[in-house]
Protein backbone atom coordinates (compact mmCIF):
# COMPACT_ATOMS: atom_id res chain seq x y z
CA UNK A 1 0.00 0.00 0.00
CA UNK A 2 2.05 2.96 -1.42
CA UNK A 3 -0.22 5.34 -0.44
CA UNK A 4 0.88 8.88 -2.13
CA UNK A 5 4.20 8.54 -3.87
CA UNK A 6 6.45 11.63 -5.25
CA UNK A 7 9.43 11.27 -7.89
CA UNK A 8 12.10 12.44 -7.87
CA UNK A 9 12.69 12.98 -4.39
CA UNK A 10 15.73 15.51 -5.22
CA UNK A 11 16.41 17.46 -8.24
CA UNK A 12 19.00 19.87 -9.28
CA UNK A 13 18.15 22.72 -11.69
CA UNK A 14 19.83 25.73 -13.49
CA UNK A 15 17.99 28.45 -13.85
CA UNK A 16 15.89 28.23 -16.89
CA UNK A 17 15.54 24.84 -16.95
CA UNK A 18 12.53 22.91 -16.97
CA UNK A 19 10.83 19.72 -15.16
CA UNK A 20 8.02 17.49 -14.15
CA UNK A 21 7.42 16.83 -10.83
CA UNK A 22 5.04 13.70 -10.77
CA UNK A 23 2.51 12.75 -7.92
CA UNK A 24 0.63 9.45 -8.13
CA UNK A 25 -1.92 8.01 -5.26
CA UNK A 26 -3.75 4.49 -5.32
CA UNK A 27 -6.28 5.24 -2.90
CA UNK A 28 -9.17 6.43 -5.53
CA UNK A 29 -8.92 9.86 -3.91
CA UNK A 30 -10.92 12.82 -6.23
CA UNK A 31 -8.76 15.72 -4.78
CA UNK A 32 -5.01 16.16 -5.25
CA UNK A 33 -2.79 19.18 -4.19
CA UNK A 34 0.15 20.52 -4.73
CA UNK A 35 2.04 22.25 -1.91
CA UNK A 36 5.43 23.89 -1.46
CA UNK A 37 7.34 23.93 2.08
CA UNK A 38 9.83 27.18 2.67
CA UNK A 39 11.42 27.85 6.36
CA UNK A 40 9.16 30.12 7.94
CA UNK A 41 6.64 30.11 5.73
CA UNK A 42 4.49 26.86 6.14
CA UNK A 43 2.77 24.82 3.07
CA UNK A 44 1.74 27.16 0.65
CA UNK A 45 -1.28 25.98 -2.10
CA UNK A 46 0.16 25.81 -5.87
CA UNK A 47 -2.56 24.06 -7.61
CA UNK A 48 -5.06 21.63 -6.50
CA UNK A 49 -7.47 19.13 -8.53
CA UNK A 50 -11.08 18.34 -7.44
CA UNK A 51 -11.25 15.35 -10.14
CA UNK A 52 -9.61 13.85 -13.04
CA UNK A 53 -8.93 16.77 -16.11
CA UNK A 54 -9.52 19.43 -13.79
CA UNK A 55 -7.02 21.75 -12.68
CA UNK A 56 -7.57 25.23 -10.32
CA UNK A 57 -5.09 28.06 -8.77
CA UNK A 58 -3.81 27.89 -5.01
CA UNK A 59 -2.15 31.08 -3.35
CA UNK A 60 1.27 30.55 -5.24
CA UNK A 61 0.23 29.19 -8.73
CA UNK A 62 2.96 31.56 -10.97
CA UNK A 63 5.50 29.58 -12.72
CA UNK A 64 3.54 26.58 -12.37
CA UNK A 65 1.54 24.68 -14.55
CA UNK A 66 -0.18 21.50 -13.70
CA UNK A 67 -1.95 18.25 -14.92
CA UNK A 68 -4.19 15.46 -14.18
CA UNK A 69 -5.24 13.60 -17.40
CA UNK A 70 -5.18 10.55 -15.13
CA UNK A 71 -7.15 10.21 -11.75
CA UNK A 72 -4.19 8.51 -9.77
CA UNK A 73 -1.34 11.30 -11.11
CA UNK A 74 -0.91 15.03 -10.66
CA UNK A 75 1.71 16.46 -12.23
CA UNK A 76 3.72 19.76 -11.78
CA UNK A 77 5.58 21.24 -14.21
CA UNK A 78 8.14 24.58 -14.35
CA UNK A 79 8.79 25.84 -17.45
CA UNK A 80 11.35 28.15 -16.64
CA UNK A 81 12.87 27.20 -12.97
CA UNK A 82 13.85 30.37 -10.95
CA UNK A 83 16.10 30.34 -7.81
CA UNK A 84 12.68 31.72 -5.81
CA UNK A 85 11.81 27.85 -6.50
CA UNK A 86 13.68 26.29 -4.58
CA UNK A 87 11.82 24.72 -1.85
CA UNK A 88 10.35 21.66 -1.04
CA UNK A 89 7.44 20.33 -2.67
CA UNK A 90 4.61 17.99 -1.71
CA UNK A 91 2.26 16.31 -3.42
CA UNK A 92 -1.35 15.33 -1.39
CA UNK A 93 -4.23 13.44 -1.94
CA UNK A 94 -7.72 14.13 0.00
CA UNK A 95 -10.37 11.71 0.82
CA UNK A 96 -14.09 13.20 1.12
CA UNK A 97 -14.09 13.42 4.93
CA UNK A 98 -11.28 15.97 4.14
CA UNK A 99 -7.73 14.05 5.59
CA UNK A 100 -4.76 15.01 3.15
CA UNK A 101 -1.97 11.83 2.75
CA UNK A 102 1.05 13.51 1.88
CA UNK A 103 3.94 12.33 -0.22
CA UNK A 104 7.89 12.57 1.44
CA UNK A 105 8.80 15.42 -0.52
CA UNK A 106 10.65 16.65 -3.39
CA UNK A 107 13.70 18.60 -2.46
CA UNK A 108 14.14 21.23 -5.48
CA UNK A 109 17.59 23.32 -5.42
CA UNK A 110 17.47 25.95 -8.72
CA UNK A 111 20.79 27.34 -9.15
CA UNK B 1 -8.85 34.25 1.10
CA UNK B 2 -8.10 31.96 4.33
CA UNK B 3 -5.24 33.12 6.23
CA UNK B 4 -3.86 31.28 9.20
CA UNK B 5 -1.93 32.49 11.98
CA UNK B 6 0.19 29.85 14.17
CA UNK B 7 1.97 31.08 17.30
CA UNK B 8 4.52 30.38 18.57
CA UNK B 9 7.32 29.66 16.18
CA UNK B 10 9.37 27.48 18.00
CA UNK B 11 8.16 25.80 21.44
CA UNK B 12 10.97 24.03 23.99
CA UNK B 13 10.00 22.41 26.97
CA UNK B 14 10.69 20.16 29.45
CA UNK B 15 9.08 15.84 29.02
CA UNK B 16 5.76 15.59 30.72
CA UNK B 17 5.14 19.43 31.05
CA UNK B 18 2.18 20.15 28.65
CA UNK B 19 2.87 22.06 25.34
CA UNK B 20 0.17 24.33 23.69
CA UNK B 21 0.17 26.07 20.02
CA UNK B 22 -2.74 28.20 19.15
CA UNK B 23 -3.70 29.47 15.61
CA UNK B 24 -6.67 31.75 14.31
CA UNK B 25 -7.75 32.22 10.61
CA UNK B 26 -10.11 34.92 8.78
CA UNK B 27 -12.46 33.19 6.95
CA UNK B 28 -15.96 32.96 9.24
CA UNK B 29 -16.94 30.19 6.69
CA UNK B 30 -14.47 27.81 7.63
CA UNK B 31 -15.31 24.75 9.45
CA UNK B 32 -12.63 21.91 9.01
CA UNK B 33 -9.41 22.58 11.35
CA UNK B 34 -6.90 19.89 11.30
CA UNK B 35 -3.57 19.58 13.10
CA UNK B 36 -0.66 17.70 11.15
CA UNK B 37 2.70 16.32 12.60
CA UNK B 38 5.67 16.70 10.66
CA UNK B 39 9.05 14.37 11.66
CA UNK B 40 12.48 14.89 10.00
CA UNK B 41 12.42 14.42 6.21
CA UNK B 42 8.77 13.49 6.14
CA UNK B 43 5.30 14.60 4.90
CA UNK B 44 3.12 15.91 7.13
CA UNK B 45 0.75 13.45 8.99
CA UNK B 46 -2.81 14.36 10.29
CA UNK B 47 -3.00 13.49 14.40
CA UNK B 48 -6.77 15.23 15.23
CA UNK B 49 -8.98 17.47 13.35
CA UNK B 50 -12.27 19.45 15.00
CA UNK B 51 -15.10 20.43 13.01
CA UNK B 52 -17.23 24.08 13.84
CA UNK B 53 -19.97 22.27 15.27
CA UNK B 54 -17.68 20.45 17.86
CA UNK B 55 -16.27 22.30 20.75
CA UNK B 56 -13.26 20.59 21.93
CA UNK B 57 -12.30 17.20 20.68
CA UNK B 58 -9.81 14.58 22.58
CA UNK B 59 -7.69 11.83 21.79
CA UNK B 60 -5.29 10.09 24.36
CA UNK B 61 -2.77 12.64 24.95
CA UNK B 62 -3.73 15.42 22.70
CA UNK B 63 -6.74 17.68 22.55
CA UNK B 64 -7.85 20.40 20.14
CA UNK B 65 -9.97 23.01 21.69
CA UNK B 66 -12.52 26.10 18.41
CA UNK B 67 -13.69 28.95 19.38
CA UNK B 68 -15.85 29.97 16.22
CA UNK B 69 -16.78 33.61 17.65
CA UNK B 70 -13.22 34.05 17.94
CA UNK B 71 -11.94 32.47 14.95
CA UNK B 72 -9.14 30.85 17.16
CA UNK B 73 -8.32 27.32 17.69
CA UNK B 74 -5.19 25.53 19.86
CA UNK B 75 -3.76 22.65 19.84
CA UNK B 76 -2.87 20.78 23.86
CA UNK B 77 -0.35 17.75 23.96
CA UNK B 78 -0.10 16.56 27.39
CA UNK B 79 3.02 14.69 29.01
CA UNK B 80 4.93 15.31 26.26
CA UNK B 81 7.80 13.13 25.26
CA UNK B 82 10.52 13.08 22.84
CA UNK B 83 8.96 11.29 20.42
CA UNK B 84 6.49 14.47 20.64
CA UNK B 85 9.40 16.56 18.84
CA UNK B 86 8.44 17.81 15.53
CA UNK B 87 6.74 20.31 13.56
CA UNK B 88 3.00 21.28 13.71
CA UNK B 89 1.11 22.68 11.87
CA UNK B 90 -2.86 23.92 12.04
CA UNK B 91 -5.03 24.48 8.91
CA UNK B 92 -8.39 25.51 7.93
CA UNK B 93 -10.69 25.06 4.99
CA UNK B 94 -13.72 26.53 4.33
CA UNK B 95 -16.70 25.21 2.29
CA UNK B 96 -14.59 25.08 -1.19
CA UNK B 97 -11.55 22.57 -1.27
CA UNK B 98 -8.66 24.51 -0.07
CA UNK B 99 -6.75 23.50 3.13
CA UNK B 100 -4.97 26.51 3.97
CA UNK B 101 -1.87 25.54 6.36
CA UNK B 102 -0.37 28.03 9.49
CA UNK B 103 3.31 28.77 9.46
CA UNK B 104 4.53 25.68 11.91
CA UNK B 105 5.37 25.29 15.30
CA UNK B 106 8.51 23.15 15.98
CA UNK B 107 8.63 21.60 19.44
CA UNK B 108 11.38 20.42 21.27
CA UNK B 109 11.11 17.73 23.96
CA UNK B 110 13.72 17.75 26.29
CA UNK B 111 14.62 14.75 27.89
Known sequence: NAGVTQTPKFRVLKTGQSMTLLCAQDMNHEYMYWYRQDPGMGLRLIHYSVGEGTTAKGEVPDGYNVSRLKKQNFLLGLESAAPSQTSVYFCASRTTAGELFFGEGSRLTVL | ?111
Open chain 2, 1 to 111: GENVEQHPSTLSVQEGDSAVIKCTYSDSASNYFPWYKQELGKGPQLIIDIRSNVGEKKDQRIAVTLNKTAKHFSLHITETQPEDSAVYFCAARGGGFKTIFGAGTRLFVKA
